[in-house]
T-cell receptor, first 118, second 112 residues
Framework: AQKVTQAQTEISVVEKEDVTLDCVYETRDTTYYLFWYKQPPSGELVFLIRRNSFDEQNEISGRYSWNFQKSTSSFNFTITASQVVDSAVYFCALSERSYGGSQGNLIFGKGTKLSVKP | NAGVTQTPKFQVLKTGQSMTLQCAQD?????MYWYRQDPGMGLRLIYY???????DKGEVPNGYNVSRLNKREFSLRLESAAPSQTSVYFC???????????FGPGTRLLVL
């Protein structure tokens, strides 16, 4: 069965520290997609990245970077030089083809709450 | 482009009352979704519509119904609200299934 685990419930760092948010997934499929979303205190969900299962290249976008490793079924997210505005709940999600079930729906982890203190 | 819009933003219901949550998108997306978010549970899929004219159950469909009114609009109905349906409801849309989903601002529902 498909599953996404974000073992870190809450993380607290001081501004300018680097922080890594862990995401481990389970899937039977060879074709799947992984996502990260950010939910700031205002409540909306903001899309950050989508990665397909055939692309294991790491991605960097400004202070954000993502490390996808199929061998360990992990898709970790690192924020470099964290800022107070990074304080939010971050969700990792998986989308796969289900066998006889819903195709392409997102399975979310329970989220990691990141607090960045000044 | 407004993206995905939801109404209302906040609603209080009494047990047994009914209501419809509205969702509309202006991105010409084919697929639309309804999720609920509960503390410590992440988001769970209630229903989705892969394309206009189709709807399917998600992980937690009991107590809800949906209507894909047209390509733009996807509504969620609670026929007889229960306190267990107190939650934040998010609508989302994507070009097709398995593509990136974009979310509305959410509806906070309190059932007393």
């Amino acid at each position: 069965a498909q599953k996404v685990t974000q073992a870190q419930t809450e993380i607290s760092v001081v501004e300018k520290e680097d922080v890594t948010l862990d995401c481990v997934y389970e899937t039977r499929d060879t074709t799947y997609y992984l996502f990260w979303y950010k939910q700031p205190p205002s409540g909306e969900l903001v899309f950050l990245i989508r990665r397909n299962s055939f692309d294991e290249q790491n991605e960097i976008s400004g202070r954000y970077s993502w490390n996808f490793q199929k061998s360990t079924s992990s898709f970790n997210f690192t924020i470099t030089a964290s800022q107070v505005v990074d304080s939010a709940v971050y969700f990792c999600a998986l989308s796969e083809r289900s066998y006889g079930g819903s195709q392409g729906n997102l399975i979310f982890g329970k989220g990691t709450k990141l607090s960045v203190k000044p | 482009n407004a993206g995905v819009t939801q109404t209302p933003k906040f609603q209080v219901l009494k047990t047994g009352q009914s209501m419809t949550l509205q969702c509309a998108q202006d991105m010409n997306h084919n697929s639309m979704y309804w999720y609920r978010q509960d503390p410590g549970m992440g988001l769970r899929l209630i229903y989705y519509s892969a394309s206009e004219g189709t709807t399917d159950k998600g992980e937690v469909p009991n107590g809800y119904n949906v209507s894909r009114l047209n390509k733009r609009e996807f509504s969620l109905r609670l026929e007889s609200a229960a306190p267990s349906q107190t939650s934040v409801y998010f609508c989302a849309s994507s070009p097709w299934v398995q593509e990136t989903q974009y979310f509305g601002p959410g509806t906070r529902l309190l059932v007393l």
